[in-house]
């Protein structure tokens, strides 16, 4: 690709997958722009990274039930996301579920990060319950994002092992270094074959 890939990137958290990014554009490894820096976490240090970088920002108010974003708030992301022209979508830890009219308008431009190797562990606990499973390796998946939560096409993946002095803490912190290499090795190859 000859010009930098736009990339819009959704979160909630501490925004340690964006910061990957980031550092991975500020390299040079990566070849690409933050067009859009979404969040509905007006207090989180995802968008602070992003008004440090000067990048442009969004903040939705997606209503105060995490598991209830209002139709008007998925309406409002769409409409950012659509004015941002964006190449890519990546939700880097965003705690919402997308919708229409964004899957759709954006199909197959959408990624997220989810830390196991789906399709084992999927949902909002990955960690706790890879821990709980007794086995002895987890990781973390890039995937496409459709209706069917953590259920699109698998692009890439990296094996983590669980030790047995794991917390869920400790184990996660590990998950994480790894989506920090996955992610933006995903978006320097970007588009999928
Ligand atoms: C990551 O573990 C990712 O897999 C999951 O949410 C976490 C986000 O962490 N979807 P961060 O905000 O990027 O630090």
Do not use: Y
Not at 41 to 67: E, Y
């Amino acid at each position: 690709m000859n010009q930098n890939l736009r990339i819009a990137v959704l979160g909630s958290g501490t925004g340690s997958n964006f910061a990957a990014i980031l550092d991975a554009i500020h390299a040079r490894t990566l070849r690409a722009e933050i067009v859009l820096a979404l969040t509905d976490a007006p207090t989180s240090t995802f968008l602070t990274l992003a008004q440090n970088d000067h990048l442009p920002t969004a903040v939705i108010d997606c209503g105060p039930h995490p598991l209830r974003t209002t139709d008007a708030s998925q309406q409002a992301i769409h409409d950012h996301l659509l004015a941002a022209r964006p190449d890519v979508i990546v939700l880097a830890g965003f705690m919402r579920i997308l919708k229409d009219p964004t899957l759709t308008t954006f199909a197959d431009r959408i990624l997220n990060v989810h830390p196991s190797l789906l399709p084992h562990f999927k949902g909002r606990h990955a960690v706790r319950d890879a821990l709980a499973s007794g086995q002895t390796t987890t990781g973390c998946t890039v995937h496409l994002v459709i209706p069917e939560i953590d259920a699109g096409r698998i692009l890439a993946q990296a094996p983590v092992p669980i030790l047995p002095t794991d917390t869920e803490h400790t184990l996660h912190t590990r998950i994480k270094q790894a989506e920090h290499t996955l992610l933006p090795q995903v978006l320097s190859t970007w588009p999928p074959p």
